[in-house]
């Protein structure tokens, strides 16, 4: 499949060369988060609070401090007190104070695992005595763990100041519940009373890990002329320059990230741990301090997705029209506010057209690992409820499941129940191919069933920079301020040289760090494709534009009269018998032309579209065990265009495993303690190879009309229709609707024995 | 400091474990150096067992066959006739951790380890294999389920240290099976483990048979009147029913991560009656 | 030029009272969001960092870019992706 299509209106976008970081990759010389070392480095460690919610009467390092080796200790107490400090991160922002706890806690650890004080030392091993020489005072608080335990009006204040944010009668009491927000059009309780077919119930699902395999890693290094250096990875170094800047209160300018290679983010690392605390122990200790999570350490200190527990009612009328949807949820935020509220009402008010509606939205604290971005955050818990009701009401009606949702899908010209006007989207085109998709007709064997869900996801564009500049050569560098974590590279040396007209192995993709290149936002929301790569491409045109005014002037014409075409200038004067000059040429030749090559774009787009994905998934259930096993699995997505296809199928199938993970074993297990019981793969589940066939891929190009290639992002939707496509094959099977998460074989086994 | 020694013979090694209290054997390493790692154990010496030649490979013993316990579990793989014999303690074997893992890891360190969820424990005890310990005060031949005292606890003495797992000679018209339940595939710890050995006469009545299980309690057990309830039987139905509902009332498992006291029990009987089956289709009398 | 203003929660509760609509005279969004901080001092602040801005059903990230007349201005918490 590696062939250009001749049919293609493209050379390039739509093939599938071999990625530009491949070989180190497979080789083993890619420098990943923990590999980094810097000249003189030595080894931080940090110690984790033992308790789910303790008050720190007081910290004591001196005994650390002593031991031969030990040249730092820091605590808390040594980071800048910001109350009500936030800072913009391009695509949402971020509570300093609160980010500056999460770092090392101030008086109170808020879970087990948060960080209360960190050391450097000459090596890992002294650095990990030493923290056993701290002694922390610890008053030890009730604790709560439990989502809608953390929500009542009785539980354990994490934090005493908070109140809640959006509510209709502020109130001056303590509470856990950090936002709410509320959407109410029509009267969507009488809609829903007199409706032919109603679906509703409690779902309930804990937090999931997004299980990179790279743990949280850096070295910083903190001059006594106050400039500092972060080597780390991340999904935006400008994200960790503003972040790491903020917390420790000094300029921007005197922090430059560097990013290294990504070893999995998934929307883990739009955040930051440790690298504050790498700050302060380097300034301390004079030398560049490496800072390293270890697999526990990621499970019970870094962000999961939020759980939720929602309450739901979907209704449609005797033709199958969807006539009201009302729905209660709670979003699991973790020790700090944030959990992502906003995007369940999103999500809700984006995939199918309901007269009526009654939303409400809420997110709690608890003792538990402050919440991240998890591949459409949000999404896929709120649609495990949408698309198990969705598909229990077409059952009552008799309709088939494509059908009742083609006749209710969002289409061009709609408007959501949130105000944004629908463009050029491709659900119904999702649809129509799933309806075509063979596997619909494959037969099903005993205790087997088959499930279709769809799912929604918004596509981010935002801030982005990329410069292009030829070599003499001829050659053509691209660099953007944006980690590859799902083949950027790839894709933005695919649209430089469809552009420029030069081979795709001329294109040089480079990741450069903050002081290299204009900022841009995170690798996340799925935007980098589309406005990075848009960046990329008007870059591309300015250069072609001087390009043009070179050869104008070389050859005494008006510009008018030069065409960019396959990679060369062309004079189409009258009379003139000029020869093309290709890129190459112009690359020779640009000293006396006016001078090198390049241009750097910045570009802050907005108009991105979003995705949306069918998933159609067999099951087997085994009766006496309650197993469930993926016998085949099939993803539709509309993806706009598709720049290199290997890597957006990957995507999908990325996205449909880390799903199918969630759906079938992942969940964060606390014991009474308020302990992380399983914070590591052997207790905490993800799929292995054997547990899934291959995922198969249906690409739909609707192109985005904003991108000059149709771009309109991959990467998020694919994880959001899994988990209720598995959970309607396991009702197709078994006749029980699982509402909570994970389908695990006990929970499984309990529903067919229990008639739930 | 950790002590590092390579002895090259059983009193050698007996010798170094005995002189350092918190001195551990290593075979495979892939329990011992994971709880290294982690902390959980901080030995000041370790003993390399693999150096002595009688603690690797398979040989022929007494009509059964000898286990060096240095063999990693998937060299049992290549021996033809320990897998002909006893195929159910082979795939047991297999099932613990990756390929990688088991290139490394061995049975006498899944026993040794003594976790109740151990895979080739229950497969051992239903094939009444023995265990060779060798120690300061000699040889003694040791039944599988007498090792293990409790989860992470073994019944050996100071110094002392398994050198071979023996398994007996496999009646012509015996069969052997090991089933576990895990939420996965594979890369996994058995929620619960079932293993059978049977022995048929010509018309297909049971004459033995032992019934072991896995996490199920404090160490893996051999549920006597389990394997009761299928002697002198045809292996009908009633006979696994009143088999499995020996199994029922012989777990005493516990609530955690990996499972619920009720689904344990019920898989438990599940699980052995389908390895029942297994075990009496490989005595070659499924008719 | 008369521009609909919808703030949506929690920015409805947080700055204007509870009101689920205003009405401002503005050519672009510099200009809306003048008029708000106006009204409620603080909430330029808000608007830099943790608002988006929905013009006639479409987000608009440029502040300086013209606005027709009767045109409807939602206020969304700023939304984040993975």
Redesign the interface.
Known sequence: MTEHNPLSQFRVVGTRPVRPDGIDKVTGKAIYGPDHVAPGMIHGAILRSPHPHARIRSIDTSKALALPGVKAAVTGQDLPHLPGKSVSLGEGEADLANLSCNCLARDKALYEGHAVAAVAATSASIAREALKLITVDYEVLPHVIDLEDAARDDAPILHPDLRTQGAEEPSDKPTNIAFTFALKQGDAAKALDGAAAVASGRFAMPPVHQGYIEPHACVASWNADGQGQVWCSSQGPFMVRAVTAGVLDIPVSDVRVTPLEIGGGFGGKTTIYLEPVAMLLSRKAGRPVRLAMSREDVFRASGPAPGLVVDIRIGADAEGNLVGIEADMLYDAGAFPGGGTMLGPLVLSNMYRYPAVDIRTRDAVSNKPSVAAYRAPAAPQITFAIESCIDDIAAQLGMDPIAFRLKNALRPGDTSAMGMECGEIGFVECLDSANAQDHLKAPLGDNEGRGIAAGYWINIGGASSASVSLAEDGSVAVVTGNPDIGGSRASMAIMASERLGVPYEKVRPIIGDTATIGYSVVTGGSRTTFAVGRAVVQACDTIIADMKKRAANVWQVAEDDVEWRNGAVHCTAKGNDNAPMTITEMAENANTTGGPIAAEVSINPHDSLPAYGVHICDVAVDPETGHVSIKRYTVVQDVGRAIHPDYVEGQMQGGAVQGIGWALNEAYIYNSKGCLDNPGFLDYRMPVASDLPMIDTVIVEKPNPAHPYGVKGVGEVPIVPPLAAIGNAVKAATGKRIRELPMSPDRVFAAINGGK | MIAFHSPQTLEDASALLAAEPSARPLSGGTDLLVQMR?GRVEPAAIVDLKQIPSMRGIRAHDGGFAIGAATPCTALLDDAALCAAWPGVVEAANLIGSVQVRNRATMAGNLCNASPAADSVPALIAADARALVVGPAGEREVPIADIPAAPGKTNLAQGEFVAEIRLPAKSASGGDAYLR?I???????A?VGAGVSLVLDSSGTCTAARVALGAVAPTALLVEEAGAALVGTGLDDAALDRMADAVRAACNPIN?????V??RT??AA?LAKRATRIAQSRAGANS | MAIRVVPLAPVDSQFFGGRSELVVEAGNLFAVIRALEAIAPGFLKYAQTRAWFSVNGAIEGDWTATIPPDSEVIILPAIAGG
Do not use: L
């Open positions: 982690s339940s939420p996965r595939t594979e890369m996994d710890i929620v955690d991560k990996r499972g619920t009720e689904y019920a898989m599940i």
